[in-house]
């Protein structure tokens, strides 16, 4: 059960920012998602969404992928950063998904997580957005806000991801991510947050209280 507090913000980010779910990462199906929320890794969405503009029409298919030539895909990715790793797992996991999933990418969290490069985060992404599975995304805007709010006094991901899941009703887990991405792309950024922009500012415990009364 939610506490009145996390209930308050929750509304107030309903209020601000609507309850659509919205997906920042432009994929027409679930490997395409799969494939750029590996490489959005250290990377803004917007690059990562410019470079599978042309990706995907150069590797149609899972297969493609598992086919590529890894030095060439490094160099089609090279601007996501960390590309040896990440052409290196792409390659992999789409080797896996070809050979032991039949080119289809799998709903389960244990399956997910079993696939070259994608860890929990990555998973909860496929399970949030294609299967519409109740999924909490611990991203660096998610980790910060979600600290400075109060929601979790945890700093590791993963034990976020389930203080969350504890404290927030499984109908906001996949909201709570869109919105807190969305602040913190615009108001609650780091390392300069605009607490006095911010319509949480007084139900946020680590706002500046004074800020605009200047």
Same mark, same amino acid.
């Given at each position: 059960?939610?506490? =009145? ?13 609507? %309850? ?19 490489? &959005? ?7 990562? $969404? ?9 590797? @149609? ?9 890894? =030095? ?6 090279? &601007? /996501? ?7 290196? $797992? ?18 389960? #969290?244990?399956?997910? /997580? ?7 985060? %990555?998973? !909860?992404? #496929?399970?949030? $957005?294609?299967?519409?599975? @109740? ?12 600290? =400075? ?21 499984? !109908?906001?887990?996949?909201?709570? $991510? ?10 609650? =950024?780091?390392? %300069? @947050? ?21």
């Amino acid at each position: 059960m939610a506490s =009145k507090k996390i209930t308050a913000i929750l509304d107030a980010l309903d209020k601000e920012y609507g %309850t659509d779910y919205v997906c920042y990462l432009h994929h027409e199906n679930a490997w395409q998602l799969l494939i750029a929320t590996m490489l &959005s890794a250290q990377c803004t969405d917007a690059r990562v $969404n410019i470079v599978t503009k042309d990706l995907f029409v150069k590797y @149609p298919t899972v297969q493609a992928f598992a086919d590529a030539d890894l =030095k060439e895909l490094e160099q089609d990715i090279h &601007s /996501t950063g960390f590309y040896h790793n990440k052409a290196k $797992n792409i390659i992999a996991c789409c080797k896996m998904l070809a050979e032991d999933y039949n080119g289809e990418v799998p709903s389960s #969290i244990e399956e997910l /997580t079993s696939l070259a490069g994608v860890g929990r985060k %990555t998973a !909860n992404v #496929i399970r949030g $957005n294609i299967f519409h599975e @109740p999924s909490i995304v611990v991203d660096t805007h998610v980790k910060r806000i979600a600290y =400075k709010l109060g929601f979790t006094k945890e700093t590791d991901p993963v034990k976020i991801e389930f203080d969350l899941m504890k404290k927030l009703p499984k !109908n906001h887990w996949i909201l709570c $991510n869109i919105h807190l991405i969305r602040l913190g792309r615009t108001i609650c =950024k780091a390392p %300069t @947050p605009k607490c006095e922009e911010c319509f949480l500012r007084e139900l946020c415990p680590s706002a500046d209280k004074k800020a605009g009364r200047r």
